[in-house]
């Protein structure tokens, strides 16, 4: 069982920045890809970003291309989510989530396995 734990979320105006942080307790954590979603209310889960194991590479939605970075520190089983630019439209609860599934699944929510409780991010105009 791996828990994550997220944090960094809160309350920025529009043109701001966030770091998002999300900790793993698993001796593990190099071996998992790591994603972020994120949930704005009424709206489905979306993906956001995902930085594969080993090697990384990494996945963002276009949405958030040339805004958002993400980025992992295996050393403090941790993988953050940089967000610059935000917009109002940024605004939701974002999850961090970790998958051990290979291949080009990662987009899909269903695909990881373990999940964060959320943090809430608010954008305002």
């Known amino acids: 069982q791996v828990q994550l734990v997220e944090s960094g979320g809160g309350l920025v105006p529009a043109g701001g920045s966030l770091r998002l942080s999300c900790a793993a307790s698993?001796?593990?954590?190099?071996?998992?890809?790591m994603g972020w979603f994120r949930e704005a209310p009424g709206k489905e889960r979306e993906f956001v970003a995902m930085i594969t194991s080993g090697i990384p590479r990494t996945y963002l939605v276009d949405s958030v291309k040339g805004r958002f970075t993400i980025s992992r520190d295996n050393a403090k089983n941790t993988v953050y989510l940089q967000m610059n630019s935000l917009k109002p439209e940024d605004t939701a609860v974002y999850f961090c989530?970790?998958?051990?599934?290979?291949?080009?699944?990662?987009?899909?929510?269903?695909?990881?396995?373990?999940w964060g409780q959320g943090t809430q991010v608010t954008v305002s105009s």
């Open positions: 989530a970790a998958r051990t599934a290979p291949g080009g699944t990662y987009s899909y929510a269903w695909s990881y396995d373990y």
């Open positions: 698993t001796r593990t954590f190099s071996s998992y890809s």
